[in-house]
Each structure stands twice: as C-alpha cells, then as structure tokens.
C-alpha cells in the first residue's frame, strides 16, 4: 500500500469570541514538543487569496483612492451606436413593403431618423425611413417605412419585425435637390453611482494570554519562530480579516435602491448599513454567459472575443481572465480539442512529452490564446475559487464538477480589465478618508500584547480583567470602464 500524507489531528475551532489560558488547552496547543516543533500549516499559508487586493491596494496610491462621502459618482460615456430595436409591428401585415407599399414600424427610441436607411436583422433586406411619425402606444416612436429593392415581389420578412430584433441606421440618401435637413443625434456623458460599506472586526482577550507560552514554535513575519500565542493568535485574527475583505470585494452586492433608500438596518441602533458592489456583481452586470460540461474554442471566441472588441481604444490592454482551475482545466481542453480538430496532433505531442533527468516528462498546457484580431486572453489563477469560503461551501453542499471533482466555483471566470486610461487606473479600492483603517483598543487588567501597539500600562478603560482590540475600515470598488468585464461560468 503506498504511503500517503494523513492528517494526524485536526485542528479544532474555538469560537467562544475571546482568548485566555482555558482556550489554550482546548486548542490542544499545550501539550509537550512533538517531532516538529515548528507548526506545519497543511493546508496552506493562506497566502494565496487576495488577488483583488493586490491588484488594487497592492499597487499603492495608484491603486486606492480616498473620498470624502460614503458615495461617489463617476461620469461615463458610451460608444456612439446606431441601431435600434422593434417594440411594435402589425403582424397583419404579412407582407410589409411588397410592390412598393409604405409600412409602419414602432422603435424603442426617437434615435432613429428620418431620410437614414436601416438595414434588417438578416443584414440583407435594406429600408428608407420616409416619415418621423412620433410617438407610438407602445412606449417607443413611430417610423414609417420603404423598401429599397426595386422588385415589386419583394418584402420583409417578418421575423426581421419581430419585438426586440434590432436594425441598424446606415447614411441618409437624399434628392440631388430641393432636399430638406435633418437631425443628428449626440451623446453626453452620464453618471454612475457607487458606495463604501463599513467593517468592524474585533478581538478580546482576558487573563495573562498575552504571555502565555505553548509547546509549538510558529513563524513570524521576520522569518523566526516564537513559543508566544498570541502572535499566532493575531496572525490567525488578520488572515482572517484579509480573506473577509478580499472575498467581500468579490461578492457584495450593491444596496442602494431606485428611491435612495437602504432596506438593511443594524438591529440594535436602526441605522441604514451600506453595501458596496463588489467585482461578481459588476461583471455579471457587464457581460454575462454560461457553458455546459464542456467549454470549446467558439464560445470563448463568441463570449470573451466579442467583449474585448467592445472598445475602440487602441492602446495596449492590461487584460486578465481570472480563473479557479476548474476553469483552467476546461480552457486547456477547448485548446486541445481545437488543434485536434485542425490536425496538430503530431505538434501537440511533441509538445507535451519532452525528456527529463534521463525519463521522460508529460504534460505542458494551455494558458493563453490570441484571437484573429490579436486581442491575447491570458489566464490568472484566482485560488480564492479552489478553496476560499464559496469553494468550501460547495464542498459541504456537494456542488462538486462530475469531470474534474472541484466545486463548481472553481468552474467560472472573470474577464478583469486593468488597464490604465488617461493616467489612471480602471480598478481601484475606494476608502473613507480618515476612516481608511481604524484600530481602537478598550484595556482592561489583561496585559497588551506588543503587536497591539503602546497603552499605558496604568490606564484601564474597563473593571473587567479583558482587554478588547478594535478595528474599523471602510471599503469600495470602483471600475472606471466595465465594458470588457465579464464573467463565464460553468453551469450544469
């Protein structure tokens, strides 16, 4: 039988909302040395799991930017477009424009104008906007219609008419003269609106826990060890603060509603409480779309290609598509089966057996793919979806892929747009100035372990034998331009 890693004890939870010496031994963590006196964490440093904040916060002042209200606007401009869609036709009409005959079509908006052509859904069938005939009684505007080709047998087919098909406007087409104006249309900016949500994380401690010794040694941040547990205890206290902070980033929804006003009250004071939208909510808001058991080449060409072609910049993009390995794995398939399918079998193994330390070594993978239009869809490993608290949920839920046997979260990607835009960054963290990061501590009797910071040693703010570590923060996201933000995600 082989030998396999198994885990001796499992580390348990004291969730009694304070420390003391009496939590220590319920730890277990005052037992006599073991083999290994330096504490191996098995499953991981947790280190790994702040993707958005280093992008973000971890980049430095031009990364974060601190406002002065708890909501900010930000002005946005659209690209010109020139189409627009149907709301209302006469289906009676089951031959609209033969033999020469005017019909009328109700668009969604007054965008369309008269004397411009519009082309049809089919991108075949071309008509003439003869009449601006105003507003309709389906909500939209009113057009009235020609058709182009000459053949009197000629007409539209109905299905290019059918509620929310859309046409688009090509150039009007006038007399060589006695001809009359007629508009343009233009945009101007508009506004978007986002908010900071409050955090508040607290840590109490009571008795001599702040000079406590155990038997195991731990790592510090200088590259030592120490016996002492509270260090540890503190490192355990801000993993946990950073992990909350970064997925929040990810999953919050924005609570703002239509009328101004917050529905989510603190129970104990009834004060409104703020919730920012996080990166899921302003991608799947974008671009939104969804793959079966199987992911192939044309959809990530339909789904993410047409979003990077979205825009007109032709600057360089800083363009991520941040991905669990579920995702990763699928992506590698669709690559593969796509050079099969072109008959690059041979030149796929030579890539993928190569010699090594006198054997031979299998196995290279797919990470990047450049489309027709050089547009270059790299993949960045988001572990938070592998094994963050959603992947843990879908752990204990069973909500595990039949193919590869990770949870579904690790099954879904973010396309993310980093780029800069005239100087500035298209993410950034948002904070509250003077509220960026608060850190407040009630004292007691209990002793102030070193990493809390200078109190006076014979200053008490509590006749309680506890000490109380307090923080506070405030936090947002903003994206700038979320035209190429998108999210794919593996739904079975």
């Known amino acids: 039988m082989p030998y396999k890693l198994r885990e001796v004890s499992r580390g348990r939870y004291d969730d009694r909302g304070y420390s003391n010496e009496e939590s220590i031994a319920n730890l277990m963590l005052s037992k006599p040395a073991e083999i290994n006196r330096t504490l191996t964490y098995t499953f991981g440093m947790d280190d790994d799991r702040f993707p958005l904040s280093f992008l973000t916060e971890g980049q ?26 149907v709301v209302y036709f006469n289906t009676a009409n089951s031959t609209p424009g033969q033999g020469g005959a005017m019909f009328d079509v109700e668009f969604a908006t007054h965008w369309l104008i008269e004397q411009w052509s519009l082309v049809a859904p089919d991108g075949v069938t071309q008509v003439r906007i003869m009449a601006d005939l105003g507003e309709g ?32 406007m090509t150039a009007p087409t006038i007399p060589a003269s006695y001809s009359k104006g007629n508009r343009s249309n233009s945009m101007g900016p508009g506004k978007m609106t986002s908010q900071l949500e409050y955090h508040r994380y607290s840590k109490e401690i009571a008795g001599n826990i702040s000079n406590t010794i ?13 016996n002492l547990w509270i260090n540890e205890e503190m490192r355990q206290f801000e993993i946990a603060k950073r992990i909350a902070e970064e997925e929040r980033l990810w ?9 101004g006003e917050i529905t989510m009250l603190d129970r ?30 044309n959809l990530i060409e339909r789904t993410i290609g047409d979003v990077l072609d979205k825009d007109t910049d032709t600057g360089t993009m800083e363009v991520v ?58 993949l960045k490993h988001l572990a938070f979806l592998d094994k963050g608290s959603l992947a843990d949920n879908d752990k204990a839920n069973g909500n595990i892929h039949p193919k590869s046997g990770l949870p579904m979260t690790s099954h879904q990607a973010f396309l993310l747009d980093f780029s800069t835009y005239e100087g500035t960054r298209n993410v950034r963290m948002v904070r509250l100035k003077g509220q960026e990061h608060i850190i407040g501590i009630l004292k007691g009797l209990t002793p102030i372990p070193a990493s809390w910071g200078s ?34 995600k593996c739904v079975l």
């Open 60 to 85: 430095g002042s031009s990364g974060v930017k601190s406002i002065e209200t708890e909501t900010w606007t930000w002005k946005t401009m659209g690209r010109l477009h020139f189409n627009d869609y």
């Open 137 to 168: 009684t389906h909500g939209g505007y009113v057009y009235r219609l020609k058709l182009w080709n000459p053949n009197p047998n000629f007409y539209v087919n109905t299905e290019n008419l059918k509620v929310g098909k859309y046409w688009t």
């Open 214 to 226: 155990v038997e195991y040694e731990f790592k510090t941040k200088g590259g030592g060890t120490t």
């Open 251 to 259: 999953l919050a929804n924005y609570n703002l509603n239509e009328n």
């Open 268 to 297: 104990d004071n009834s004060k409104p409480i703020r919730s920012t939208a996080g990166m899921m909510e302003i991608c799947r808001e974008s671009n939104y779309a969804t793959y079966g058991e199987t992911l192939t080449l």
């Open 321 to 378: 598509l941040g991905c669990g390995k579920g995702f990763w794995q699928d992506f590698d398939g669709a690559m593969r089966d796509a050079a099969t399918n072109n008959g690059f079998v041979d030149a796929l193994g030579d890539k993928m057996i190569e010699e090594y330390d006198g054997g031979l070594s299998y196995g290279k993978y797919f990470r990047r793919y450049k489309t027709i239009d050089n547009h270059i869809i790299t």
């Open 455 to 488: 109190v006076p040693n014979n200053a008490i703010s509590t006749e309680i034998d506890m000490s109380r570590y307090e923080v506070k923060s405030t936090i947002g996201l903003q994206v700038d331009n979320n035209r190429k933000m998108m999210q794919l």
